[in-house]
Structure formats: structure tokens, C-alpha cells
């Protein structure tokens, strides 16, 4: 089985059971079954059994098969990747110091602020910049498969939640959706929300900046290129 099959495998281990424990149905058994706690730890356990092979089968078979997206050499797109790669790193960092409506920890909030006007799911929309940024300058098909599988399924996996998190808590957030978007500064463009610079956690932002420039420093280091 070559390497781009089991990219797709894994890929599709990880998706289906990721966002299918998180179903609904799937979920309410399971918690009837395990308690809160054991749903979370077979979750975790599940998410890294198969995340972890992925990861794996991709570095162990990066730039191989045909050159499928061949834009790398083109003036300005590695300089475009670096400074989204760089943007979502902070945005990344931003989200989990400032919490959105849907995270984890997010306590009583039902209306956007700060990152949450750029994106409601400022953490794994940030993923999905990162991997778009990575999809910029590696164009063999094994890079397509894993980084753009990563795109895909950022999107994928948070209009999932979206769904899950309306079916939930219904008119509780009936607000926050119509003032925010998935995709990043969706609700800005269309004049439903604005950026509100003073509500930015800039601690969040620095930290995932400073981040981000430690790994392109030692990038070349940690994966040669």
C-alpha cells in the first residue's frame, strides 16, 4: 500500500471518528456509558491513535509522488506562506487566552469579542491557515494530501461543531452566530461585526508570535526544510 493511500486511510480514521464520537446520538451513549470523564479520555485516546499514525506516514514519506501543485518557485507565495503561517500561529495562541462562545472553558459567553470577531473558532480555523500556508510551498502529493487533508477538515470539523453546538444550545447563541463567521473575517467583510483592536488579547498574540518565529528559526533543523 503506497503512502498516499495511507494518507487517505488515516485521514479518514481520524475525521470519521473525531467528529462521529462527537455526534450527538454517539455522544449521549457514550456518556450514559462512561460518565463525562471517560467519554473525554476514550475521545483523547481514539484522537491520538489515529492522529499520531498521520502524522507519522507523512513524515516519513514528505515531497514524494507527482508535483501537483507547482506555485512554490512563484514570486511572493513563499513570503504570503510565512506571514500566514505566522498569522495563524498568533491567532492560534490569541484563542486559547480569549476563548470563543464555542470553546472549552468559555464560561457564560454568548456575544463576540476580540478574536472572536475574526473567526468563532479561532484555534482550529488557525490549523487550517497553517495548513493552507504549508500547501503554498509544498506542492508533491503526499504534501497535498496531508496539509491540504488538515484545510479540509478545519473547515469540515467546525461547521460540524457549529451544527452540534446550534442543536444544543439553540437560542443561547442565536446572536453570537449571526455576528460571527467560521471562515476568518467572514462577518467583518459582510459589516456584521468590526474589529475591536482594544479587545484582542495581545499577551496571546505576542506569545504566538514569538512562537512562531522560534519554529521558522528551527524549521530547517527539525525537518530540513
Not at 42 to 50: D, I, K, P
Amino acid at each position: 500500500m503506497g503512502p498516499e493511500l495511507m494518507l487517505v486511510l488515516w485521514w479518514t480514521a481520524f475525521a470519521a471518528t473525531h467528529m462521529g464520537m462527537s455526534a450527538i446520538p454517539v455522544r449521549a451513549k457514550l456518556v450514559a456509558a462512561l460518565g463525562e470523564r471517560g467519554f473525554l479520555g476514550l475521545y483523547s485516546v481514539v484522537s491520538f491513535a489515529t492522529f499520531v499514525p498521520l502524522v507519522w506516514c507523512y513524515l516519513g514519506n514528505r515531497h514524494q509522488g507527482p508535483l501537483v501543485l507547482a506555485i512554490g518557485h512563484l514570486p511572493g507565495v513563499h513570503t504570503l506562506a510565512m506571514a500566514i503561517a505566522w498569522l495563524s500561529f498568533s491567532c492560534a495562541i490569541a484563542g486559547v487566552f480569549q476563548p470563543s462562545a464555542l470553546s472549552f472553558g468559555a464560561g457564560g459567553v454568548t456575544r463576540a469579542r476580540g478574536v472572536g470577531r475574526i473567526t468563532r473558532h479561532p484555534l482550529f480555523m488557525s490549523l487550517g491557515m497553517w495548513a493552507a500556508a504549508h500547501l503554498l510551498v509544498n506542492g508533491f502529493l503526499t504534501d497535498v494530501l496531508f496539509f491540504g487533508g488538515f484545510a479540509l477538515f478545519s473547515v469540515i470539523g467546525c461547521a460540524h461543531q457549529d451544527a452540534r453546538k446550534r442543536a444544543t444550545r439553540g437560542a443561547e447563541l442565536d446572536e453570537y452566530f449571526a455576528e460571527t463567521s467560521l471562515l476568518p473575517f467572514g462577518a467583518i467583510v459582510s459589516g456584521r461585526n468590526r474589529l475591536v483592536w482594544s479587545e484582542l488579547p495581545w499577551l496571546g498574540l505576542v506569545v504566538g508570535a514569538a512562537t512562531a518565529t522560534t519554529l521558522y528559526v528551527a524549521h530547517p533543523h527539525m525537518f530540513g526544510s
